[in-house]
């Protein structure tokens, strides 16, 4: 479980997050949502700690995350920000930097380790294209190569920032069914969306902020039926059985 308690955060001394609190449960995916600039992908920092706090605290499975050493926080929280470097690298050569926090000082993958990396990229179907470049491949078949990276790590917390940004509509349903997989094996999943419609619809819950702060964080059906969507972002939420779509106020 993440767990964040009264955190602020920032940068050069301005607060960014204000008293955050929030839970991340084992086997759900929670994911923020809010206009641009209220703190989502701060938050994913703060939580992956890239971003130290001026407040507060966060704990994994019970324990402040900065009482981790850096190895072993890696092993604990896979962090997927939203810009990536595009190395030129092979599908596989880039799952297994996932097992490098459990490797010696002499670099080797072990049996552990390479079982590891097959299952990772069996699971996110990746496997097929173990020898390819990384630069080869489409925006979404590279998005599925790194969340195998991250389930390489065997890690219990996933962040994900934007995940489906720059995918083609096929691309991002693929991705969000394997992260709805990904939480059905038990993984805590933290993710940012600016897919309202998307948040909705994969996840268990949604968290809603505001300037900075949760404005309301609940499960979809109950979030977008009380108002707060639509006031923070100044439209009307329409739902059809299980899918949501949105108009402009007035329209």
């Known amino acids: 479980m993440i767990e964040f308690q ?3 955060a920032g940068y050069e001394g301005r607060a960014v997050l204000r008293r955050i609190s929030l839970q991340v449960r084992q086997g759900e995916v929670l ?3 809010g206009p641009n600039g209220c703190g989502k992908s701060t938050l994913l920092r703060a939580a992956a700690r890239q971003l130290p706090l001026m407040e507060g605290s966060i704990r994994l499975n019970g324990r402040e995350i900065g009482s981790f050493g850096r190895t072993e926080f890696a092993r604990a929280a896979a962090f997927l920000p939203q810009a990536r470097s595009l190395p030129a690298i092979t599908v596989q050569a ?3 930097h996932g097992r490098y926090p459990y490797l010696g000082l002499s670099r080797r993958l072990r049996a552990g380790d390479r079982e590891a990396i ?3 990229m069996e699971q996110t179907g990746v496997d097929g294209w173990a020898g ?3 630069r080869a491949l489409s925006g979404g078949e590279r998005q599925r190569v790194y969340i195998a990276m991250a389930l390489a790590q065997g890690t219990e917390a996933i962040l994900l920032d934007e995940p489906t940004t720059y995918l083609d509509m096929r691309h991002q349903f693929e991705i969000l069914e394997l992260i709805r997989r ?3 094996e038990g ?3 933290l993710m940012v969306l600016h897919d309202l419609g998307h948040a909705l619809r994969y996840s268990d819950r949604v968290a809603l902020m505001e300037e900075g702060r949760i404005a309301a964080c609940a499960a979809p059906r109950e979030l977008a039926e009380s108002g707060q969507i639509d006031r923070v972002f100044r439209i009307v939420a329409h739902r059809q059985g299980e899918n949501y779509f949105f108009t402009a106020q007035g329209r």
Do not use: D, F, Y
Request: glycine share 4%; aromatic share 0%.
């Open 6 to 8: 009264a955190v602020s």
């Open 31 to 33: 994911t923020v949502i």
């Open 94 to 96: 880039l799952v297994s």
């Open 118 to 120: 097959r299952r990772a």
């Open 132 to 134: 390819r470049e990384l």
């Open 182 to 184: 990904l939480a059905g």
């Open 187 to 189: 993984k805590a999943v």
